[in-house]
C-alpha cells in the first residue's frame, strides 16, 4: 500500500494552483531563501522519516551557534521565525544532522521514555534527500542538496546554462505564454513525482515554442522540417537538431503519460534529462546565448527598479514631511490648563 503521509494538505494544494497561476503571469522566479511552507513540510516528515527528530534538530541547533536548552531554534526557524534566508539555514542544517546522524548514529535510545524508548535508531536518509529536494525544487528555492552538501542550483551547469535561461527566456516573451505554461508544468509536475506526465509536457513545450515561432506541424519532427524550409534554422541547424528531435519524439511517445506505460518506467533522471534537452532547443532556437538573456532580465529588474525610484523617494518625503508637522496635542498639552 502506498505510504500517504505526506501526501500534499489541501492547503498547499491550493498553495501549487495559486503558485502555477502566478509563475502564469510572471513567469517563474527562482528564490534565494526557504518559504515557510517548505520549513513546515520538512519539519513534520521528521516525525515519520527518523525515530530520533530531537537529535536532529538538537545537533541542527548547534550548528547554528543557537542552541538554546528551552528552544529548539531550528525548529521554531522552520515553522515560521526568522526571515526566508534564516529559514534556508536551519534547513540546511537540519538536513546536514539528518545526513551525519544517519551515517554516525549507533547509539540506542535507552531513556525508557516515550515511542521510541530502546529503539535503534532509524534515519530513511535517501527519503528524507529526496523529500527536501522535491519540495525545494516546486518552491523553486535556487538551491539543491547534491553530491552531500547544499548547494546553489546556479553552480549546476545544465541549470545555470539551460533551464534558469530557459525559464526567463519563455517567460520575458508574452510570444511564448503558452509554451512557457506548458514548461512550468513540466517542472511542478517534476517536484511532484510525476514523471511521464512531466515528460510529456516539456515535449509539449518545445512543439508550442515552434508555433509561437509560426511553425505548425502534427509532431516536433514535423516542425523541424518546416522550420528550415521557412529559414528559421539552417540546414546546419537542421543536422545537428534532428537526431535529438527525433529522441524528444520517441521518449514521447513511448514513456509520455498519454500512452500506456508500467509505473516506475519513467525515472526523474529521464525526466530531467527531457527538461534540459527541450530548454537547451528553446534557449538555441531563440538565437541568443544564455548569459545575454540573464543579463537582459537582470537590466529589466534594474530598469524597474530605477522608473520606481521617485516614486520611492515622493514617498519617504511624505513621510517626513508628516515627522516634521507640529503635533496639534503638543502645544495644547503644553499649557498650564487642559484643554477640557
Known amino acids: 500500500m502506498r505510504d500517504t503521509r505526506l501526501d500534499p494538505l489541501p492547503s498547499e494544494l491550493r498553495r501549487r494552483r495559486d503558485q502555477a497561476a502566478e509563475e502564469l503571469r510572471t513567469g517563474i522566479v527562482w528564490l534565494d531563501g526557504c518559504p515557510t511552507a517548505v520549513g513546515a513540510e520538512i519539519l513534520a516528515a521528521l516525525e515519520y522519516l527518523t525515530n530520533m527528530p530531537k537529535r536532529v534538530v538538537g545537533l541542527a541547533d548547534k ?171 539552417t540546414g546546419g541547424d537542421r543536422g545537428l537538431m534532428k537526431p535529438i528531435i527525433d529522441w524528444v519524439n520517441t521518449d514521447r511517445s513511448e514513456r509520455g503519460n498519454a500512452h500506456r506505460h508500467r509505473e516506475g518506467d519513467v525515472s526523474k533522471a529521464d525526466a530531467w534529462l527531457m527538461m534540459h534537452v527541450v530548454g537547451a532547443l528553446m534557449v538555441r532556437l531563440s538565437n541568443r546565448e544564455p548569459r545575454e538573456i540573464l543579463a537582459a532580465r537582470d537590466k529589466k529588474k534594474a530598469d524597474a527598479a530605477a522608473a520606481a525610484a521617485p516614486d520611492r523617494e515622493r514617498a519617504h518625503a511624505d513621510r517626513q514631511e508628516v515627522l516634521r508637522s507640529p503635533d496639534p496635542w503638543e502645544s495644547v498639552q503644553s499649557r498650564q490648563d487642559t484643554p477640557f
Request: proline share 2%; no cysteine; net charge negative.
Open 63 to 233: 550548528r547554528l551557534g543557537l542552541y538554546n536548552s528551552t528552544t529548539w531554534v531550528s525548529v521554531d526557524r522552520l515553522q515560521g521565525g526568522g526571515t526566508d534566508e534564516e529559514r534556508l539555514d536551519a534547513l540546511a542544517a537540519v538536513v546536514n544532522a539528518f545526513v551525519w546522524l544517519a551515517e554516525n548514529d549507533k547509539e540506542w535510545d535507552d531513556s525508557g521514555y516515550g515511542n521510541f524508548a530502546d529503539h535503534e535508531p532509524e534515519y530513511k536518509l535517501d527519503a528524507f534527500v529526496e523529500l527536501v529536494n522535491d519540495r525545494l525544487l516546486h518552491a523553486r528555492v535556487d538551491w539543491v542538496f547534491e553530491d552531500g552538501r547544499f548547494q546553489e542550483r546556479g553552480n549546476f551547469v545544465l541549470h545555470s546554462e539551460v533551464l534558469r535561461p530557459a525559464t526567463i527566456l519563455l517567460a520575458d516573451d508574452p510570444t511564448f505564454r503558452i509554451a512557457s505554461d506548458a514548461f512550468q508544468s513540466a517542472l511542478t509536475r517534476l517536484s511532484a513525482g510525476e514523471t511521464d506526465v512531466a515528460l510529456t509536457q516539456a515535449a509539449t513545450a518545445l512543439q508550442e515554442h515552434f508555433r509561437a515561432l509560426g511553425i505548425e506541424g502534427n509532431s516536433v519532427s514535423d516542425q523541424l522540417d518546416k522550420a528550415q524550409r521557412a529559414k528559421i534554422i
